[in-house]
């Protein structure tokens, strides 16, 4: 912090001092001072704390193609499956499930939720398809073959993303902790408590996991973060910025929303709500910088 050197410099300087072996030290009465004591190790746990803030790193995105995609999908999940895409869209009245072909952007299936449920984020779990809605604590279940529910489950709070591994569920709710869930029972088995540069990170929304990392929308920005499911740690942020200025240079658009990682092909796709685009993105291999956590109010 600044100031701080050049004050406890000062407050040594003007200390009584004695010899000791060839060093001024100072004297044992000053040294023992209360109120030198406290400034002092004031000074420390200031520096020390001021040094321990790390930098988090950003990522660079190229855009590698840029597919079409309805205007009119309040997107609030997406993920890839077999070639295609599934996408959930959110408002009372407007909520859906849909199946949809990458190259034309063209809706190849789709479900309407009741007008009484606001769409949230889905995630596939063998032959089902898991949707979650907004305020209403209720997920519903899918064949994802037809799109014919098969179930219901209950939540406490909101739902906002999912996402999954090879073993379990990550589910946001738009606090700093994303939930864990078994993926056949759908019942919370754990939580990973998300920080970023020590901080709590809250509105993570939609989620895609990425070779081993979480990544997550952060509502109302329009950045991504990159999350260690291991300790909820943020290693990286992408600032996806220029995405959002292509996508509302001639209409109206809303926030970035929708991540979908092909893992065979190793390709990575975002969108947003509103957007009449998607755009597969390459993320550099190394840091290009450093960027301040997400400032949310």
């Known amino acids: 912090m600044p ?9 040594l300087d003007s200390q009584p001092l004695a010899v000791m072996a060839g060093r001024r030290i100072p004297s044992h009465d000053s040294f023992m001072s209360r109120r030198f004591i406290s400034r ?5 746990m200031l520096l020390s704390a001021a040094s321990a803030r790390a930098s988090v790193p950003q990522y660079s995105a190229e855009i590698v193609h840029v597919y079409p995609h309805d205007p009119a999908a309040f997107t609030e999940g997406l993920f890839y499956r077999n070639g295609h895409f599934y996408e959930s869209t959110g408002l009372n009245g407007h909520s859906s499930i849909r199946e949809v072909e990458v190259e034309t952007g063209k809706v190849l299936k789709q479900h309407d939720i009741g007008s009484a449920y606001f769409g949230e984020g ?6 089902r398809l898991i949707g979650l809605t907004y305020t209403t604590e209720v997920g519903f279940v899918f064949d994802i073959a037809d799109f014919a529910q098969t179930g219901t489950f209950h939540y406490k709070g909101e739902g906002w993303g999912l996402s999954r591994d090879a073993s379990h569920i990550y589910m946001s709710d738009g606090t700093a902790n994303l939930r864990i869930l078994q993926p056949d029972t759908l019942r919370q088995t754990g939580t990973i408590h998300v920080t970023c540069d020590g901080a709590p990170l809250k509105n993570l929304n939609e989620l895609e996991w990425v070779n081993g990392e979480i990544y997550a929308n952060v509502w109302l920005t329009h950045v991504m973060v990159r999350i260690d499911p291991a300790t909820g740690t943020v290693v990286g942020i992408v600032d996806l910025g220029d995405l959002l200025a292509i996508a509302s240079a001639n209409r109206t658009v809303d926030v970035l929303n929708g991540i979908a990682y092909d893992a065979a092909a190793k ?3 975002v969108t ?26």
């Open 272 to 297: 947003g709500k509103l957007w009449p685009a998607l755009f597969q993105i390459q993320l550099s291999d190394k840091p290009a910088g450093t960027m301040s956590c997400p400032a949310l109010k």
């Open 122 to 127: 889905i995630v596939d779990w063998k032959d």
């Open 267 to 269: 390709r990575l796709f």
């Open 3 to 11: 100031g701080i050197r050049d004050e406890l410099a000062a407050s």
């Open 40 to 44: 002092f190790v004031a000074a420390l």
